[in-house]
T-cell receptor
Framework: DAKTTQPTSMDCAEGRAANLPCNHSTISGNEYVYWYRQIHSQGPQYIIHGLKNNETNEMASLIITEDRKSSTLILPHATLRDTAVYYCIVRVAKAGGTSYGKLTFGQGTILTVHP | EAQVTQNPRYLITVTGKKLTVTCSQNMNHEYMSWYRQDPGLGLRQIYYSMNVEVTDKGDVPEGYKVSRKEKRNFPLILESPSPNQTSLYFC???????????????FGQGTRLTVV
């Protein structure tokens, strides 16, 4: 799975958009970009994933550049409860392979949302 | 409610005393795995299972055993715990590939183990 690079920490004001960048310059054509977050030692929580198109769900939006070498997770209206460590992971999502379920976590970005 | 349940949430034990951390999921997922999380090292996979009776080592399997006799359960066994296994443990499960490539993993709430 491709390596990712994220900033160590970021701050965001409550109610503003939080934009979390991720660099994955060695991503392969069959690798997806996944985002998870972990709130204060709880189990990681899935947020969103994408291949090459931008994606949106009830939690966030994912913007992937055209060359797929980087992406941005957007929390449109951050709240205090969004304070967490955010992990960007790229991996193959293919049934049958031995690694399809494995998630390789980096250090992530510590997002602090302040009042 | 879809969930992964781990027990116990907290455990303090002594070196060498065998213990089992249980993990159960109610989503009929094929894939289950165990991770440990340590400061500065992040989350690392210990063992995984692709289906009943199919298990394999992850990145840090030494000192651990697992079994998968039923689809819903995937216990983590420490035959002779040592202090370097003091950690926060997470069980996770996921299904095989969805139509859009999604294999969202669901994690348990964690087990904080201290070995003295």
């Amino acid at each position: 799975d491709a390596k990712t690079t994220q900033p160590t920490s970021m701050d965001c004001a409550e109610g503003r958009a939080a934009n979390l960048p991720c660099n994955h310059s060695t991503i392969s054509g069959n690798e997806y970009v996944y985002w998870y977050r972990q709130i204060h030692s709880q189990g990681p929580q899935y947020i969103i994933h994408g291949l090459k198109n931008n994606e949106t769900n009830e939690m966030a939006s994912l913007i992937i550049t055209e060359d797929r070498k980087s992406s941005t997770l957007i929390l449109p209206h951050a709240t205090l409860r969004d304070t967490a460590v955010y992990y960007c992971i790229v991996r193959v999502a293919k049934a049958g392979g031995t690694s399809y379920g494995k998630l390789t976590f980096g250090q992530g970005t510590i997002l602090t949302v302040h009042p | 409610e879809a969930q992964v349940t781990q027990n116990p949430r907290y455990l303090i034990t002594v070196t060498g005393k065998k213990l089992t951390v249980t993990c159960s999921q109610n989503m009929n997922h094929e894939y289950m795995s165990w991770y440990r999380q340590d400061p500065g090292l992040g989350l690392r996979q210990i063992y995984y299972s692709m289906n009943v009776e199919v298990t394999d080592k992850g990145d840090v399997p030494e000192g651990y055993k697992v079994s998968r006799k039923e689809k819903r359960n995937f216990p983590l066994i420490l035959e002779s715990p040592s202090p370097n296994q003091t950690s926060l443990y997470f069980c996770a499960s996921s299904s095989r590939q969805g139509g859009d490539g999604n294999t969202e993993a669901f994690f348990g709430q964690g087990t904080r183990l201290t070995v003295v």
